[in-house]
């Protein structure tokens, strides 16, 4: 909603110091197309969408679905792919490539927690969006108890800044969680995300490695949201993908689900609040 407000013919205030002004990055606002060829983007979206319906499926597994489709494509490339849509299986390993700094990693704090109240506990976590030629990110905030996305945010990179702009959008305009959990991520492990989250004093907990459910309910969020609306609707460009978001996230938080007993969130989140 807040790029409605930048003007790009304010000859007083640049593109930059209009973004600054309105926490939002530059690259809400402008989309640089991506250095990969069509045949790769292709690629990615087709790893995307197969990684929604099989968490478990590695550089191999994902060779082999594409050689069923008449796609066939080295280990590295594959692996190469995978990891620039950031996209990584969900097993037990000895180590995880996308991990951060390790004495920045937090237990896991929601197993078997009684989830009753809005702001109780918050998931955040970051996925890869295809367009019509590139892609971005989409970085995400649910609240667990009411399923309400409270904020979001697209960046063409995976940085730790636009991690960091949704979350402080997210507390301004609902409060702060008691707890927020996110994956192991570089972009939750290491010293900004750490730091801020300490100095407002909510609570870290981060998933076990190779446990699928830990951050279920963002999860699911993502196989809603691109079957509903991203697949079906691929931008040409950054600003028409932000729109297209913002409509539907409003639709989201203002329709009546089922896994919460058909309550709107919007309705479920301020009754609890």
Request: overall charge positive; glycine content about 6%; charged content about 25%.
């Amino acid at each position: 909603m807040k790029l409605a407000f930048i003007n790009k013919n304010n000859n007083k205030l640049s593109i930059r110091e209009q973004c600054n002004l309105l926490e939002i990055t530059r690259s809400s606002f402008y989309y640089k197309p991506v250095g990969e060829k069509p045949e790769n983007l292709e690629i990615m979206k087709i790893l995307d969408a197969h990684i929604l319906e099989e968490p478990t499926a590695g550089v191999l597994t994902m060779q082999s679905m594409l050689l069923e489709k008449d796609i066939a494509v080295g280990y590295e490339r594959v692996r190469r792919l995978m990891r620039k849509a950031n996209i990584y299986p969900i097993y037990p390993k000895k180590h995880l490539s996308h991990l951060g700094d390790r004495k920045y990693i937090h237990p896991y704090l929601i197993r078997n927690l009684d989830i009753n109240r809005s702001n109780q506990v918050w998931e955040i976590d970051i996925t890869y969006v295809p367009m019509q030629s590139g892609f971005m990110y989409l970085t995400a905030i649910i609240d667990v108890y009411s399923r309400m996305i409270v904020a979001w945010g697209l960046s063409n990179t995976l940085s730790k800044s636009s991690v960091m702009l949704v979350v402080k959008q997210a507390i301004k305009d609902y409060g702060k969680p008691e707890i927020l959990n996110s994956d192991q991520g570089s972009q939750f492990t290491c010293k900004e995300y750490i730091s801020y989250l300490k100095q407002e004093h909510i609570r870290i907990s981060m998933d076990g490695k190779g446990r699928a459910l830990d951050n279920i309910y963002i999860e699911r969020f993502w196989r809603t949201i691109k079957y509903q609306h991203i697949y079906l609707n691929p931008a040409d460009d950054g600003i028409s993908l932000y729109k297209g978001i913002m409509k539907w996230m409003i639709k989201y938080n203002n329709k009546a689900h089922q896994g919460i007993g058909r309550i709107k969130p919007v309705e479920k989140y301020h009754n609890a609040a």
